[in-house]
């Protein structure tokens, strides 16, 4: 599972181009701030290729590799209705990386002493028990790699995606409670837990609820304290604020080229919420990686676990290909683990590539599905 769909469907054109004046940011972060990169000529190609086949306004792509110098490349337009030119320090919604963010977040409780993975929903979360069926054997490790069998609500029919887009202020000012209520509770498991995989943002929710249970700290203070801190992320953040400096997220509605603006649909999903809510840079995307599997923020036997995909017989030749936050990605450069994040608005990817120990992010502000296989060109 390498990216879920919002499929929405506007159905008051202006509400969609809706906009606020993005403010001005301090500091450097000039679209050529990396052109005397030895192969800036051929990147920089490759991302304009890129953003012209998804039919994106803009895109950018980073590129870490031990020993050789960072290059980052912008191209297009944040903006639409500003015309504003994509920049290297732009902030934007990764969508599920945020997933990767909220199991280390997990893991260092665990670290910690203050969790087990197989403690049990029911446990972690006591009045869970009469709420979602076999909370008593649904376990935290469960919830982390989408074994629980909890149903994904985006992806469970129509209603919670036209809630997105017919009432999206309220949608984003429900809690992770009033929406576990509202989609989630009282509803018969896909499968017995355990047995299977099925991706579900909903897993997410509940880890947000138990995170905050066990710290008693907003999730955000506790990605501050665990990631953010430590590594110096000075622009990343989970919890909602002004985002008038967001990259703006577009989407072809009707299928015939023209691009309306629906960061509010963006918003209302996830700004605040565990299953997809950070806004970042790239830089900090990649500090963040480099971070995890530099030995930085967990423990090598808790990134190994991380990294470790479930088997199953249901899952395609026995592997789910999904750890515990964590896809595992079988690309022509080699097996990479990381994320795939992606709304209506937007697509992201975030990829650790284990032979060269590489880190490839590339974002666009098109929530299309996209072909990703220049990385396997980028990342030999």
């Given at each position: 599972?390498?990216?879920?769909?919002?499929?929405?469907?506007?159905?008051l054109?202006?509400?969609?181009q809706?906009?606020?004046?993005?403010?001005?940011?301090?500091?450097?972060c000039?679209?050529?701030?990396y052109?005397?990169?030895?192969?800036h000529?051929?990147?920089?190609?490759?991302?304009?290729q890129?953003?012209?086949?998804?039919?994106?306004p803009?895109?950018?792509?980073?590129?870490?590799r031990?020993?050789?110098?960072?290059?980052?490349?912008?191209a297009?337009?944040?903006?639409?209705?500003?015309?504003?030119?994509?920049?290297?320090?732009d902030?934007?919604?990764?969508?599920?990386?945020?997933?990767?963010?909220?199991?280390?977040?997990v893991?260092?409780?665990?670290?910690?002493g203050k969790?087990?993975l197989?403690?049990?929903?029911?446990?972690?979360?006591p009045?869970?028990?009469?709420?979602?069926?076999?909370?008593?054997?649904?376990?935290?490790?469960?919830?982390?790699?989408?074994?629980?069998?909890?149903?994904?609500?985006?992806n469970?029919?129509?209603?919670?995606?036209?809630?997105?887009?017919s009432?999206?202020?309220?949608?984003?000012?429900?809690?992770?409670?009033?929406?576990?209520?509202?989609?989630?509770?009282?509803?018969?498991?896909?499968?017995?837990?355990?047995?299977?995989?099925?991706?579900?943002?909903?897993?997410?929710?509940?880890?947000?609820?138990?995170?905050?249970s066990?710290?008693?700290?907003?999730?955000?203070?506790?990605?501050?304290?665990?990631?953010?801190?430590?590594?110096?992320?000075?622009?990343?953040?989970?919890?909602?604020?002004?985002?008038?400096n967001?990259?703006?997220?577009?989407?072809?509605?009707?299928?015939?080229?023209t691009?309306?603006?629906?960061?509010s649909?963006?918003?209302a999903?996830?700004?605040?919420?565990?299953?997809g809510?950070?806004?970042?840079?790239?830089?900090?995307?990649?500090t963040?990686?480099?971070g995890?599997?530099?030995?930085?923020?967990?423990s090598?036997?808790?990134?190994?676990?991380?990294?470790?995909?479930?088997?199953?017989?249901?899952?395609?030749?026995?592997?789910?290909?999904?750890?515990?936050?964590?896809?595992?990605?079988?690309?022509g450069?080699?097996?990479?683990?990381g994320?795939?994040?992606?709304?209506?608005?937007?697509?992201?990817?975030l990829?650790?590539?284990?032979e060269?120990?590489?880190?490839?992010?590339?974002?666009?502000?098109?929530?299309?599905?996209s072909?990703?296989?220049?990385?396997?060109?980028?990342?030999?």
């Amino acid at each position: 599972m390498k990216q879920t769909y919002l499929l929405l469907f506007c159905p008051l054109v202006i509400a969609c181009q809706t906009q606020d004046v993005p403010q001005q940011q301090a500091g450097t972060c000039a679209p050529d701030a990396y052109a005397q990169h030895p192969a800036h000529q051929t990147y920089q190609a490759e991302l304009v290729q890129y953003r012209l086949a998804t039919h994106a306004p803009g895109s950018v792509m980073r590129i870490v590799r031990p020993g050789e110098a960072i290059w980052q490349g912008v191209a297009g337009q944040s903006n639409l209705e500003h015309q504003t030119a994509m920049r290297n320090c732009d902030q934007f919604r990764v969508g599920s990386i945020t997933k990767m963010f909220v199991a280390v977040a997990v893991m260092k409780l665990r670290e910690q002493g203050k969790l087990s993975l197989d403690e049990k929903l029911a446990q972690a979360l006591p009045g869970m028990a009469g709420k979602i069926p076999q909370a008593t054997q649904i376990t935290i490790r469960q919830l982390l790699s989408h074994t629980s069998g909890i149903i994904d609500p985006p992806n469970a029919g129509m209603t919670y995606q036209l809630n997105i887009v017919s009432q999206a202020a309220a949608h984003y000012n429900k809690t992770i409670d009033q929406l576990l209520t509202e989609y989630v509770y009282g509803k018969p498991l896909q499968f017995a837990p355990g047995t299977g995989f099925s991706y579900s943002n909903a897993n997410y929710w509940i880890l947000q609820q138990i995170i905050e249970s066990k710290t008693g700290k907003p999730l955000q203070s506790v990605l501050s304290e665990v990631i953010f801190g430590p590594l110096q992320l000075n622009n990343t953040y989970l919890e909602r604020r002004d985002d008038r400096n967001v990259v703006r997220g577009y989407a072809d509605l009707y299928g015939n080229g023209t691009l309306f603006d629906v960061s509010s649909w963006d918003r209302a999903e996830d700004d605040g919420k565990a299953a997809g809510g950070i806004i970042s840079t790239a830089a900090d995307l990649t500090t963040f990686l480099s971070g995890l599997f530099g030995g930085k923020l967990l423990s090598a036997a808790s990134v190994s676990e991380m990294i470790d995909s479930v088997k199953l017989p249901a899952c395609p030749n026995g592997d789910c290909e999904y750890g515990l936050g964590m896809e595992k990605w079988f690309t022509g450069a080699g097996i990479a683990y990381g994320h795939n994040g992606g709304s209506v608005g937007f697509e992201a990817n975030l990829l650790y590539f284990v032979e060269n120990k590489g880190i490839f992010m590339l974002y666009k502000n098109n929530g299309n599905g996209s072909d990703k296989r220049l990385m396997d060109r980028l990342m030999k």
